[in-house]
């Protein structure tokens, strides 16, 4: 940081206490199920009772200031801290990844302290590697679960949910079978959930609405590239540096500009990059002396103005590496193979709306209580017997395992 400025050198450590003890006020709303705003039970309230007191006794300042910056954006946040571009740049990234605002967006920095949440990590974002690669997590998951009684079945599609008189029943498979039960928990997002697999003639109008009215437009894109080498960037002193997060975001304004293109759904010329070398940590995941390099690209608009995602999803590799190559001349040599995965590659191979990572924005008004819509943010539905546990409820997304964790206190408390 003292390359760019001193002054933002001597700053940095006060600004990590800062949006660690901010971070740690935003973990303590977040880390819960919401409540339920007609229960006057004590036992229902009593974790926000305590929450408020913790709040209370944090003192009238801290607390008004966590109120004032949860709505900034993150360039006014940024900017009282910082001179330097370069580091406003890197650190505003996290405030809009997976989003569709930019930086000048009022409620950014909200998303800049979430992603903070996870511990102590340098004041990028919080998020740790998987040994074997994220497969792995899935796979202990399902382990885990199978040596608790659970029968795993991947690979069979759901074609439905069986509801009648407003009682969830089971599942139907592409093939027929029909599964009988009185939970049925869905993983995937709202509307996919209730539009696809409940089926709007078993809806309500007001509820067809309001999950018609949650926003997705994913604005994301993968880029995987198997490398013979490491990649050769300008100005590291030794390949040690590559094993974290690699950012290509040199301001806020080039933040601003590549949003600003994705508005009016153009992909942006100049695109977002944050960038992982997993081998560095994990060498076992490719064979010796190679590499993959795993990069996430915005903003690239699920909706374009012209052309299709077909026709412009290796084009758009292509821009991803010489993007790359500005900054580490030999990747382009050194790139054996490319995996290209776009919006609309998220929605047909994933099951993501709109190829939305995070199965709906991640904004002010599709948090807390209100996500995924007014009435239904406690895992329950319109049916009984049937939940919600993805990344559409809430807290919202990211590998955390929250949803799924009080979606299953919510349902042993209906059912035990």
Same mark, same amino acid.
């Given at each position: 940081i003292n390359r760019f400025s001193a002054e933002d050198g001597d700053?940095?450590?006060?600004?990590?206490?800062?949006?660690?003890?901010?971070?740690?006020?935003?973990?303590?709303?977040? *880390?819960?199920?919401?409540? *339920?705003?007609?229960s006057r039970s004590l036992g229902e309230l009593w974790p926000w009772l305590k929450t408020g007191?913790?709040?209370?006794?944090?003192?009238?300042?801290?607390?008004?200031?966590?109120?004032?910056?949860?709505?900034?954006?993150?360039?006014?946040?940024l900017d009282e801290w910082f001179e330097s571009e370069p580091l406003k740049g890197v650190l505003g990234q996290p405030a809009v990844i997976g989003g569709m605002p930019g930086?000048?967006?009022?409620?950014?920095?909200?998303?800049?302290?979430?992603?903070?949440?996870?511990?102590?990590?340098?004041?990028?974002?919080?998020?740790?590697?998987?040994?074997?690669?994220?497969? &792995?997590?899935?796979?202990?998951?399902?382990?885990?679960?199978r040596s608790h009684g659970a029968i795993v079945r991947c690979g069979e599609p759901v074609a439905r949910i069986i509801?009648?008189?407003?009682?969830?029943?089971?599942?139907?498979?592409?093939?027929?079978?029909?599964?009988?039960?009185?939970?049925?928990?869905s993983g995937l997002d709202p509307r996919r959930t209730f539009f696809d697999l409940v089926g709007g003639p078993n809806l309500m109008?007001?509820?067809?609405?309001?999950?018609?009215?949650?926003?997705?437009?994913?604005?994301?894109?993968?880029?995987?590239?198997?490398?013979?080498?490491?990649? *050769?960037?300008r100005g590291l002193e030794a390949n040690n540096q590559l094993s974290s997060y690699i950012v290509i975001s040199p301001s806020l304004a080039y933040l601003e500009r590549a949003w600003d293109d994705a508005k009016y759904g153009r992909i942006s010329l100049s695109p977002i990059l944050e960038a992982t070398i997993p081998t560095l940590l994990d060498p076992a995941l490719a064979p010796a002396g190679n590499h993959i390099m795993s990069i996430t690209a915005q903003y690239t608009p699920y909706y374009l103005g012209s052309g299709s995602w077909d026709k412009r999803q290796e084009a758009f590799g292509d821009l991803v590496v010489s993007t790359l190559a500005e900054y580490?001349?030999?990747?382009?040599?050194?790139?054996?193979?490319?995996?290209?995965?776009?919006?609309?590659?998220?929605? &047909?191979?994933?099951?993501?709306?709109?190829?939305?990572?995070?199965?709906?924005?991640?904004?002010?008004?599709?948090?807390?209580?209100?996500?995924?819509?007014?009435?239904?943010?406690?895992?329950?539905?319109?049916?009984?017997?049937?939940?919600?546990?993805?990344?559409?409820?809430?807290?919202?997304?990211?590998?955390?395992?929250?949803?799924?964790?009080?979606?299953?206190?919510e349902i042993l408390r209906d059912w035990n």
């Open positions: 700053k940095y450590r006060a600004f990590l206490d800062h949006t660690e003890a901010a971070s740690a006020f935003l973990a303590d709303v977040l *880390d819960k199920a919401p409540p *339920d705003l007609k007191f913790r709040f209370r006794r944090s003192g009238r300042q801290e607390l008004m200031e966590f109120g004032r910056i949860l709505s900034l954006p993150v360039k006014d946040f930086p000048y967006a009022s409620g950014t920095t909200l998303m800049y302290l979430y992603q903070q949440m996870g511990g102590k990590n340098g004041g990028y974002r919080s998020s740790k590697f998987v040994k074997g690669g994220i497969g &792995r997590l899935s796979q202990a998951v399902a382990e885990s679960a509801v009648q008189e407003d009682l969830a029943q089971g599942v139907e498979l592409d093939n027929g079978e029909l599964i009988e039960s009185r939970v049925v928990v109008p007001g509820f067809i609405r309001d999950v018609c009215n949650i926003r997705f437009k994913g604005t994301t894109t993968k880029v995987n590239l198997v490398l013979s080498g490491l990649p *050769d960037f580490a001349p030999n990747i382009p040599e050194i790139v054996q193979q490319r995996q290209v995965l776009t919006p609309l590659d998220w929605e &047909r191979v994933y099951g993501l709306t709109e190829g939305s990572i995070f199965h709906g924005r991640m904004e002010l008004d599709q948090l807390l209580f209100m996500r995924p819509i007014a009435g239904y943010s406690r895992y329950r539905t319109p049916f009984k017997g049937l939940y919600l546990c993805g990344a559409g409820s809430h807290p919202g997304g990211g590998v955390t395992g929250a949803p799924g964790y009080f979606a299953a206190h």
